[in-house]
């Protein structure tokens, strides 16, 4: 049975940095893809950044984290990361990790069959 678990959140600043990590266990993505998607109070979850192999491994983020946000993942796909740089109050939400056997990257909910549990990660001003 696959388990996500993510870890790494909690209360910062604005302008600081957080590394979030995501194990899985019962199962490994390394052909497949594993993403990150948060959602913030009273709003629909949403697509942070992805990575999957396809040759290389290759990574996509939304508009609102690319230049801040890192997305990676160790070489056994076991353990998936999002390094949070430049953080600022609209970052504020539960951040979940997902995965699947997706051949191709997606950035909708729906394409996920395995979530976590979710992460907070609050960024205060």
């Known amino acids: 049975q696959v388990q996500l678990v993510e870890s790494g959140g909690g209360l910062v600043q604005v302008g600081d940095s957080v590394r979030l990590s995501c194990a899985a266990s019962?199962?490994?993505?390394?052909?497949?893809?594993m993403a990150w998607f948060r959602q913030a109070p009273d709003k629909e979850r949403e697509f942070v950044g992805v990575?999957?192999?396809?040759?290389?491994?290759?990574?996509a983020y939304s508009d609102s984290v690319k230049g801040r946000f890192t997305i990676s993942r160790n070489s056994a796909a076991t353990t998936l990361y999002l390094q949070m740089n430049s953080l600022k109050p609209e970052d504020t939400a539960v951040y979940y990790c997902?995965?699947?056997?997706?051949?191709?990257?997606?950035?909708?909910?729906?394409?996920?069959?395995?979530w976590g549990q979710g992460t907070q990660v609050t960024v205060s001003s």
């Open positions: 990575v999957w192999t396809a040759g290389t491994t290759n990574t």
């Open positions: 019962g199962g490994s993505f390394s052909s497949g893809t």
């Open positions: 997902a995965a699947d056997s997706l051949s191709r990257p997606s950035t909708t909910v729906d394409a996920y069959t395995y």
